[in-house]
């Protein structure tokens, strides 16, 4: 199990400043890649930088997402390893044939960073990006990771360099708690056991893993229930082995994700555990199969009920408490 900040509340990480961070540092350790990116990239931010120090690697497509993904697969197909951010709902809705025949058909070695993933983008729901794990999930050769905190991002960055064909990775719009306290093993495919458990587990991803975190510490201060929590920070390819040991340990499974209730990790784990026999309990928490409200991200987690309040009413109602 790893080191986790559950017993406290942590100071915001942003993965989506962290990404960039982490690609200036590679490109000052002599580390080669290009980076391809949309516009909203400011001067400011620590991409920014990037484009500042090393603009021979940096090509700026502005708005353009369909041409910028097909470029990022020529440059690819040249032999560069290829970085490229775009903004969240842009990503799978306006270039999802460049991603399903450039970049994948084409088994080509491109990162592509999809900020502002889920509702987090701020911009209401035309720009909520709650349908893309169902597109990636049934693209061959894609694999796609969503990192829990910013130095998890951080460590999938670094990762991806020695990793053979695309990739998407999914991170969220401003600011995370840190979910994981000092180091820890981190493995492409391999869920993390953030937190063992006998009565229930909840398998997340990403920005929603702070609050599963913080609903098992309510749970087990209330109530004495022993809540497990299962990092299945790659969807694919899904650490299906991971997923039947926790069912088995407890025959009680909960999702939560920032995605459609259709599609995404909740659909991916309930096939898994559908084909396997499970006979247990099994719940999804996600967006529901509508445009989302207007709202905060906080309020609209907590509208949805997947906040940590809505995932402990989910735990109390599955448990009988």
């Known amino acids: 199990m790893a080191n986790t900040t559950y017993d406290f509340d942590m100071m915001l990480s942003s993965a989506r400043e962290a ?26 931010s620590s991409a920014g930088k990037l484009l500042k120090e090393f603009p021979e690697r940096c090509f700026n497509f502005g708005i353009a ?12 197909l040249s032999g560069c390893t290829v970085f490229s951010q775009v903004f969240g709902p842009f990503l799978p809705l306006r270039a999802a044939d460049q ?6 058909y084409n ?31 049934a693209i061959p050769n894609l694999t ?10 951080c460590k999938f960055i670094r990762l991806s360099m020695d990793y053979e064909g695309p990739m998407i990775i999914r991170i969220d719009r401003a600011g ?6 000092g180091d820890y093993e981190l493995e492409i495919g391999k869920a993390i056991e953030t937190l063992e458990g006998t009565d229930a587990y909840i398998i997340s ?7 599963c975190l913080m609903a098992a510490k309510a749970m087990k201060e209330k109530y004495g229930s022993s809540i497990g929590i299962l990092d299945m920070h790659t969807i694919k390819p899904l650490d299906t082995e991971a997923i039947l040991r926790v069912a088995d340990k407890t025959g009680n499974i909960v999702t939560v994700e920032d995605h459609s209730i259709n599609g995404g990790l909740g659909g991916a784990v309930a096939e898994t555990l559908c084909e396997a026999g499970y006979k247990g309990r099994f719940k999804r928490c996600a967006m529901p199969d509508e445009f989302a409200v207007l709202g905060t991200l906080e309020a609209i987690y907590h509208h949805y009920g997947i906040d940590r309040d809505g995932i402990e009413k989910t735990l109390k109602e599955m448990l009988g408490i």
Do not use: W
């Open 19 to 44: 990404y960039g961070e982490e690609l200036y540092k590679m490109a000052k350790e002599g580390i080669d890649f290009v980076f391809t990116y949309t516009d909203n990239v400011a001067p400011s």
């Open 107 to 137: 088994d080509v070695k491109v990162r592509l960073i999809g900020t502002h993933s889920g509702v987090t983008a701020g911009g209401g729901p035309t720009h909520n990006d709650i349908a893309d794990l169902a597109l990636y999930r």
């Open 176 to 181: 995370s708690p840190n979910v994981y306290a």
């Open 99 to 104: 991603i399903h025949t450039d970049i994948a």
């Open 65 to 76: 997402e369909p041409n910028q993904v097909g470029a990022s697969a020529g440059l690819a």
């Open 144 to 153: 796609v990771v969503v990192p829990a905190d910013a130095d998890q991002c």
């Open 205 to 211: 991803c990403g920005s929603n893993l702070y609050e």
